[in-house]
């Protein structure tokens, strides 16, 4: 990008240049206003993540209480530890991707709308008031008393040295407007880049953990198949429960007739 504000249109402070610089200032005022808006839904966004991280170690230490209930099943025991080992490891990596948002979207964003935004803004104020010295030095000029040398002298040195303010102030704050209008797209990209490559590196940090814990997976699912086994099997036996009431009916009769027939003897 170049200079979108021509130097001797500053100078003559034409129309053009007033125009050109109300559709700078307008451009900036919407700048600022989505900035803000990023920086309170990236802030918003933080503080849930940083709720849900309190919630995933409030359910691993839950795990670890449900551990205990396991204490004399060994194999379970340790399945558990694994799983909330994974867990926990999980929560660090989002712990670390929401401090580089913080550290990346929040902290530059929000220093380039303190510092740069402000500085053009706060300069607008200098430039304001310098051209209504500008405007007022011209009006006394206009109705200065022709017929007073001296008066018409003072005038014309008023006004030349608030031009010569003006000119300076003008290009001042051109330069401002230029360096913020050409900075915005590297600070603001630079930022998101380095959050999206934060947000690659903890993609990556699940993914390699889980790879690590694959073979525990894998054998772990074995294990849970087993165990459906079982209680599938021990189901089906439990199903047989009631045909036991039938079967010491039947060998209760049996030994009251063997007992009779002995008695009859």
């Known amino acids: 990008m170049t200079c979108k504000i021509d130097f001797s249109e500053c100078l003559k402070d034409s129309p053009k240049f007033r125009l050109r610089l109300e559709q700078e200032e307008s451009e900036i005022d919407h700048l600022e206003q989505k900035l803000e808006k990023i920086i309170k839904m990236c ?6 993540g940083k709720e849900y991280i309190r919630n995933q170690s409030a359910f691993a230490t839950s795990l670890w209480d449900l551990q205990k209930h396991f204490q004399d099943d060994k194999s379970s025991t340790n399945a558990l530890a694994k799983l909330i080992h994974c867990l926990q490891e999980m929560n660090k990596f989002h712990t670390t991707l929401l401090d580089q948002a913080n550290r990346t979207v929040l902290k ?3 220093s380039f709308l303190k510092k740069d935004v402000k500085e053009v803004k706060d300069y607008k104020q200098i430039f ?4 209504e010295n500008m405007d007022v030095a011209v009006y006394k000029n206009s109705q200065v008393n022709k ?9 014309e ?5 608030t031009k010569s303010c003006f000119n300076h102030a003008a290009l001042d704050y051109v330069n401002y407007i230029t360096m913020l209008q050409n900075r915005k797209r590297h600070e603001i990209l630079s930022t998101l880049l380095s959050y999206i490559q934060a947000c690659s590196t903890y993609f990556h940090q699940g993914s390699d953990l889980c ?3 694959g073979d525990f997976f894998k054998t772990l699912d074995v294990e849970i198949g087993n165990m459906r086994g079982e209680y599938n099997l ?4 439990m199903q047989n429960r009631h045909t036991c009431v039938n079967e010491l009916a039947d060998n209760g009769e049996k030994s009251l007739a063997s007992l009779s027939s002995g008695g009859g003897g």
């Open 211 to 213: 790879e690590d814990f």
């Open 147 to 155: 017929n007073r040398p001296v008066d018409i002298v003072e005038a």
């Open 128 to 131: 304001t008031k310098v051209s």
């Open 234 to 237: 021990l189901d089906k036996q």
């Open 108 to 110: 530059n964003l929000t």
């Open 43 to 48: 802030s918003l966004a933080v503080d849930s």
């Open 157 to 161: 040195n008023l006004l030349s040295a």
